[in-house]
């Protein structure tokens, strides 16, 4: 009965959020699917209450390259690509940033956590040209299933399985699966068994 009654929320929360989806799926061609998606993600990231998280998770199913309909997705989560994957009973604390990623199964990132789409977004070399218009690399970061990120780490690499980042961590390189890493940056501090 239970899953019953929550298939019939997560669809009622896609059709409540239509206009937005509809919204997007005109302005995307025109203006281009990343810019598209931050223009709505802003919009509905300002939506307060629990109803919200439906809401948004209505929409994001449609517009992310995957998003689970039970993902509860926070208060003032902002996403910039479109080429993104939220895996089934993913938690995303308020306030954070999720760039291009996939973010597998269970997995929960606190509250100001930044995901970014590696660590070679912008190029700086040329001193002659604005870091603004060097350009850059967008990597899809992977964030294993049941893994914890704790409020206000920066994650630029990928994370394994089964990992706890510490708050406040900033990770520039691949975590292995089943570690406990902490720092700036951050080190492997421990195994989980």
């Known amino acids: 009965m239970k899953k019953v009654v929550k298939s019939l929320v997560f669809i009622l929360s896609a059709l409540l959020i239509l206009p937005v989806t509809l919204i997007y799926f005109i302005i995307r061609p025109l203006i281009g699917e990343d810019v598209a998606l931050t223009s709505c993600s802003q919009f509905l990231s300002l939506l307060p209450g629990k109803s919200s998280v439906y809401l948004r998770a209505g ?46 199964n269970h997995s929960l990132l606190g509250s100001s956590v930044h995901v970014m789409s590696g660590k070679a977004q912008h190029n700086f ?16 970061i992977i964030i294993g299933q049941n893994c914890w990120v704790g409020n206000g780490a920066m994650i630029m690499a990928n994370i394994g399985s089964d990992c706890i980042v510490g708050a406040g961590s900033v990770v520039i390189s691949d975590v ?18």
Do not use: M, W
């Open 176 to 193: 292995p699966e089943r570690s406990i890493v902490a720092g700036n940056p951050a080190k492997v501090i421990g195994t989980r068994k």
């Open 59 to 104: 929409f994001y199913r449609f517009a992310l390259t995957h998003c689970s309909p039970d993902a509860v997705i926070s208060f003032l989560v902002l996403f910039s690509q479109q080429d993104t994957e939220i895996g089934e009973g993913v938690y995303i604390g308020p306030q954070s940033n999720i760039g291009r990623c996939k973010i597998g």
């Open 125 to 140: 070399s040329d001193l002659d040209v604005p870091i603004k218009e060097q350009g850059g690399t967008f990597e899809k």
